[in-house]
């Protein structure tokens, strides 16, 4: 498991305020902990395996995802990583719920908590049964819209 905080940045959704509090606080973090911090738009050129596996490779190389999107959020969470994450959408609110992490969520608007998030995220209980879970979910579901499509 790597050591490390990974910003995943969506300027977009929270906003230059919200952005610039959470590079500061990722900063701040990193370097009191002595973590490289990494960062991540999560953009890979059509095609490039080779662009998927560095960025895939920043979330391995880290043990904390801070992440304003959520593909970062996703990706963070499937890889066993702390994911703490700023909200300006609710597909990141409600996928976070969805696998037990709301409280690791703070609104874009409302950002006082996201200095002791990201202080406990590595404490933050492993979520790889729920994927699994979900994981097995929705191949039963694939398989059987395969077996439909072939009746």
Same mark, same amino acid.
């Given at each position: 498991? *790597?050591?490390? +905080?990974?910003?995943? @940045?969506?300027?977009?959704?929270?906003?230059?305020?919200?952005?610039?509090? /959470? @590079?500061?606080?990722?900063?701040?973090?990193?370097?009191?902990?002595? %973590?490289?911090?990494?960062?991540?738009?999560?953009?890979?050129? =059509? *095609? =490039?395996?080779?662009?998927?596996?560095?960025?895939? @490779?920043?979330?391995?190389?880290? @043990?904390? $995802?801070?992440?304003?999107? +959520?593909?970062?959020?996703?990706? *963070?969470?499937? /890889?066993?990583?702390?994911?703490?994450?700023?909200?300006?959408?609710?597909?990141?609110?409600?996928? /976070?719920?969805? $696998?037990?992490?709301?409280?690791? $969520?703070?609104?874009?608007? !409302?950002?006082?908590?996201?200095?002791?998030? +990201?202080?406990?995220?590595? !404490?933050?209980? =492993?979520?790889?049964?729920?994927?699994?879970?979900?994981? #097995? &979910?929705?191949?039963?579901?694939?398989?059987? &819209?395969?077996?439909? #499509? %072939?009746?």
């Amino acid at each position: 498991a *790597g050591h490390g +905080l990974l910003h995943v @940045d969506n300027y977009t959704t929270v906003g230059e305020r919200a952005y610039e509090f /959470m @590079d500061a606080r990722a900063r701040e973090l990193a370097a009191r902990t002595n %973590r490289p911090l990494r960062r991540t738009n999560n953009l890979i050129e =059509s *095609g =490039s395996e080779s662009g998927l596996q560095l960025c895939l @490779d920043q979330y391995r190389n880290s @043990d904390i $995802v801070l992440s304003s999107g +959520l593909h970062g959020c996703i990706i *963070g969470v499937a /890889m066993g990583k702390g994911v703490v994450a700023v909200s300006g959408d609710r597909k990141i609110d409600s996928f /976070m719920q969805s $696998v037990g992490l709301e409280e690791w $969520v703070c609104p874009n608007d !409302d950002l006082d908590g996201l200095q002791a998030r +990201l202080e406990r995220a590595t !404490d933050q209980p =492993s979520r790889l049964a729920v994927v699994r879970a979900i994981r #097995q &979910v929705n191949e039963e579901i694939g398989a059987a &819209v395969q077996k439909r #499509q %072939r009746e």
